[in-house]
């Protein structure tokens, strides 16, 4: 049943985390740093400068997942249940929210790839995206931006030699993005941080391999593979309680808003 297959997916795997487990833990941590920020500290950018540099690895790992795979009906339902959310916030419907950016990129990679890719399709499709991306952050949260981290995953996956200038191309045009997209500006320690951070995360993604890692205690292992295997429901449990919350502390207040331009939760 929906939210009930938590234990089945932690104990799926085995006892061990991987590496797969240890990113995504670390993925959430930062996510939710940065909703912390973005519905409770709004005026102190530097929640959103720790949550920015976890955007890379949520549609890095949708690229790295087998194609074949498919969505399952979790992220499907999980997905229009927080577009009621963002209804009953008050909340623009548009750009629609990260787990529909999530579905788009795993069905993106499932047809781009069923074919053989060179630079020139690259090339291609980059030119087209530096065409497109503004316009395609009014449609779903973080736009093409997405699936260009996404792409970078599968590459990854696959041991591509365009792999490594892929993903860094992909981490210019998001540091593009932060720099004219955005309706509030980080100061200059904020973005140097957040730039830096968000590198070495991308240098990491770039090296990135799934392995057990038989070595990690189990007192790390247990929250480890609890939060990297069962993120999708963490990730809509702490999203749909902090907007019922912050809903209640800004009673009486205007609604909470998200800018159209501002790609993130």
């Known amino acids: 049943m929906l939210l009930l297959n938590w234990r089945e997916n932690y104990l799926k795997y085995g006892p061990h985390a991987s590496t ?84 788009i990129c795993r069905l993106f990679i499932a047809s781009y790839y069923q074919k053989s890719r060179d630079w020139g399709d690259y090339v291609i499709f980059l030119s087209l995206g530096a065409v497109f ?31 490594v200038p892929f993903i860094w191309i992909s981490f210019l045009i998001f540091i593009a993005v932060q720099v004219f997209s955005f309706d509030f500006k980080f100061t200059p320690a904020q973005f140097v941080f957040m730039t830096l951070v968000t590198a070495l995360v991308v240098h990491r993604l770039s090296r990135f391999r799934l392995v057990f890692l038989d070595n990690i205690p189990k007192a790390l292992a247990v929250p480890v593979n609890a939060m990297g295997r069962n993120s999708l429901y963490i990730y809509f449990v702490h999203f749909v309680l902090f907007v019922l919350v912050s809903r209640l502390l800004l009673e009486g207040q205007e609604p909470f808003q998200i800018h159209l331009l501002n790609p993130d939760r």
């Open 20 to 103: 797969h487990d240890v990113i995504k833990a670390l993925a959430i941590t930062i996510m939710i740093v940065d909703h912390v920020g973005t519905f409770f500290f709004p005026e102190d950018l530097w929640w959103r400068a720790v949550g920015r540099t976890g955007f890379p690895i949520w549609f890095f790992l949708a690229g790295y997942a087998r194609p074949g795979k498919g969505l399952g009906y979790e992220i499907i339902i999980l997905a229009f249940l927080m577009l009621l959310a963002d209804f009953y916030a008050s909340e623009p419907l548009t750009p629609v929210n990260a787990l529909f950016s999530i579905i």
């Open 133 to 163: 991306l503004f316009p395609s952050l009014f449609l779903f949260e973080y736009g093409l931006q997405a699936i260009l981290f996404a792409m970078s995953g599968y590459l990854v996956r696959h041991e591509k030699k365009e792999a």
